[in-house]
């Protein structure tokens, strides 16, 4: 499947996830029968506004603009490409654009500017030699387009729809389309985004934005509470997305009271959508539940964990960030996409799962219960003795 076999005029084509005919029949645009020109399709030779003016610019360093928008979890994967660059140009000026400014490293961005339409305006007016768009969407998609760059690189706006800045992000958007083709796919997120800014993943590490003053206080907090013992971060929950991910109260309850029985200190952990769940826990065992917190806090409360357990990417990713050995609880996603550094276990369902970037189960009842407490506490285990 190529760019050139895309039929952006269909009706059910959304440009960023897979449509309807693909969902439901496993089509893709070449082969499909259900292709309808939609109604509103008006197609326009191109919508890029011309630069205004020739891109010069006057720093020695080279400055670079991320478009990063979308998730908390996919901005903090994105940053190892920061030390990509940095160790590709003798110095840099990095600008980042997102919806989630709290999680980025402040001290190794220059300038960080949260979405809106006066930040559009001047980023418009400024000059860059380096933009790259990881985003599907269109207005990040129309940003790159419509910025002064002399390189440009990722996802781009073009005649109506969404497009490529070079052929390196074509494997990304046709993944991203079609369910059947990303069931195929072997590499690795990481991998991926630094092939669309053409370069090579070598394990470059994530970076985040740590409040150390605020991690050195619920250091002395936690150290109290867990008298000794290891410190494992259990989030519970997958908020409202992604519910097919829920691993049983039960099991929860009975993983808890065995690794209380074992000597572990077990710290509830997880948004408002986990609050209630959280406390109905921490009533039912001897686990310790804090409440909700800020982004920036709750990093800070996990800076302090030395396991985390998750069935929540964004968890994973803040892990990740923070070095944390960790668990990952896989049922609906490509098991390729993920790069843990080794420091990770993942633990999938023996059966397998059905409900592929689901958010509603076609079983009876849950693969998620295929995922076994014993196994979960055994994998637990192994990843203790890794930080001795």
């Known amino acids: 499947m190529r760019i050139e076999d895309l039929r952006f005029d269909c009706k ?11 969902k439901l029949y496993d089509v893709a645009c070449d082969e499909c029968s259900h292709y309808e020109i939609a109604q ?40 190892p490409l920061l030390t990509k660059y940095s160790s590709m140009y003798s110095d840099c000026h990095f600008t980042w654009v997102t919806h989630s400014p709290a999680v980025l490293p402040k001290d190794k961005i220059d300038k960080i500017y949260k979405w809106s339409d006066e930040t559009v305006d001047i980023i418009q007016s400024q000059d860059f030699d380096i933009a790259l768009n990881l985003d599907k969407d269109q207005e ?32 990304k958007l046709i993944t991203g389309l079609f369910d059947h083709i990303s069931k195929t796919n072997t590499k690795n997120y990481m991998e991926e985004i630094f092939e669309i800014c053409h370069f090579d993943f070598n ?15 619920w250091k002395d907090k936690l150290i109290k509470l867990a008298n000794g013992r290891t410190i494992i971060g259990l989030n519970t ?30 710290l509830l952990m997880g948004g408002p959508d986990e609050d209630e769940k959280n406390k ?17 806090e709750f990093i800070a409360i996990t800076d302090n964990t030395e396991i985390i357990v998750t069935p929540v990417s964004m968890m994973m990713h803040i892990a990740l960030a923070l070095k944390k050995q960790m668990m990952l609880f896989h049922n609906i996603f490509n098991v390729h996409e993920f790069e843990l550094y080794n420091r990770g276990i993942i633990i999938e369902p023996e059966s397998g799962c059905d409900c592929y970037f689901g958010n509603s189960c076609k079983r ?24 001795t």
């Not at 394990?203 to 206080?217: A, P, T, V």
């Open 12 to 22: 059910y084509f959304k440009g960023y996830i897979p449509c309807k005919p693909n």
């Open 237 to 266: 929950g997958c908020g409202e997305r992604w519910k097919t991910r829920l691993w049983p109260s039960d099991y929860w309850i009975e993983l808890i009271n065995k690794l209380d029985e074992e000597g572990y200190f077990c």
């Open 203 to 217: 394990k470059e590490e994530y970076m985040i934005n740590l409040n150390k003053d605020l991690s050195d206080q």
């Open 40 to 79: 509103d399709w008006k197609p326009q030779p191109c919508i890029n506004k011309p630069l205004t003016r020739e891109v010069s610019i006057s720093s020695e360093k080279t400055r670079i603009l991320f478009i990063k928008l979308g998730a908390i979890g996919d901005v903090i994967r994105t940053t």
């Open 140 to 171: 990040a998609c129309e940003l790159l387009a419509n910025i002064n760059a002399k390189e440009k690189y990722g996802f781009i706006w073009k005649d109506s729809h969404i497009d490529i800045a070079t052929e390196r992000a074509e494997h």
């Open 280 to 296: 109905y826990y921490q009533e039912q065992t001897n686990a310790t539940y804090l409440g909700t917190f800020s982004l920036e």
């Open 364 to 387: 009876e009842k849950s693969c998620m219960y295929d995922i076994s407490v014993k196994d979960v506490f055994t994998n637990i285990v192994a990843l203790n003795k890794n930080l």
